[in-house]
């Protein structure tokens, strides 16, 4: 026991026995503190959660682990304040205290990027937000939440974060002349999550460049797009600030935009089934009836009498799209057909003198379009 007493720089055992109560006093209380915490900040996010208050859940299920490291940190510590000087030292307690400060920075840290994580699920279920800005945010938040805690610890190590700052200031000029496309990519992809020109999982193509497909990943300096058959195309973020970006996943409506003939000889009921048309068309549960819908006779072509029908359709799913239009297309035909009428084609015309030799020596062909070819 003297052994024991000598080692622990203790004078009689009162003094051991008045330590050994201190540290289970403080290991104790550590249990039973962490315990009631979690259990208040189980029973709290339970019920916040269940009155669809989700940000207050967000936080308190987000602290709810960093909180249990910190009680077992500050009760490691205390525990550590508790033993006697001379057996620690004064210069291991001050170094104590650092490390501790550093252990608290870094629980800190994790604390806020578990709620970071915890709030973009709550956006995805709930979907109340656009996800491609809710990831922009979220990295842009853990990327300023880093350089904070490496700046904070350097400073408590004992760096001087001005000449730090100062120095990186100057090397950060020569860092960006040798990156300067890692940057432009970087502030491409910045623009993006910004601007929102395009979301994972749109469906985007540029006319500027042979890039077309869908839009898997928007990385800070890469965007994946998967073409149409099935290759993936990367493509850097610099790029779509010099290109011009079509995003056919946001249109309103398809459009159908067709032009019929019909035989000169016909020309008596045309009026009819332009009409006829007008009227399906209006009719049609699959026609925007809202939009600009127009049917006329447009043009008297070389071989036939053309009208043309500009809709829109309510659906932009590209294969209901192209059922829609199927049937309205037959229902002209249709039409075209009741009418007595019949759609015109291509017509070769030879003239011929009183002696059965053409008038010509070579034969013109009319197209529906009013060009002529000769053969």
Known sequence: M???????????????????????VILIGAVVLNTVLQKFLRTLTSKLADRNLPWPSIVTWGISKPLSILVLIYAVYSMLLALPVKLIGKSVLANVSTVV????????CWASFRIIERAKIVFKDHGTADMTTVLAISRLLQTLIIIFFALNIMQKIGFNIQSILAVGGIGGVALGFASKDLLAN??????????????????IRS?????????????????????????????????????????PSRMLNRRIYETIGVRYDDGRVVKAIVDDVRQMLQRHNDIEQNATMIVNLVSFGASSLNFFIYTFTKTTNWIEFHHIKEDVMLKIIDIIEQHGAEIAFPTTTVLFGEGGEPLANEVVSIEPD??????
């Open 2 to 24: 003297d052994a024991v007493l000598a080692f622990l720089h203790l004078s009689t055992l009162t003094d051991l026995y008045r330590l050994l109560i201190t540290l289970g």
């Open 101 to 108: 400060d550093v252990l608290v920075a870094a629980v800190i």
């Open 186 to 203: 970087f502030f491409g992809g910045l623009m993006i999550y910004l601007d929102r020109p395009f979301s994972e999982g749109d469906w």
């Open 207 to 247: 006319p500027d460049r042979q890039i077309e497909g869908t839009v898997e990943r928007i990385g800070w300096r890469l965007t994946m797009i998967r073409t149409f058959d099935k290759r993936p195309l990367y493509v850097p973020n610099s790029v779509f600030a010099n290109i011009s970006v079509e995003n």
């Open 370 to 375: 009013g060009s002529a070819s000769s053969n």
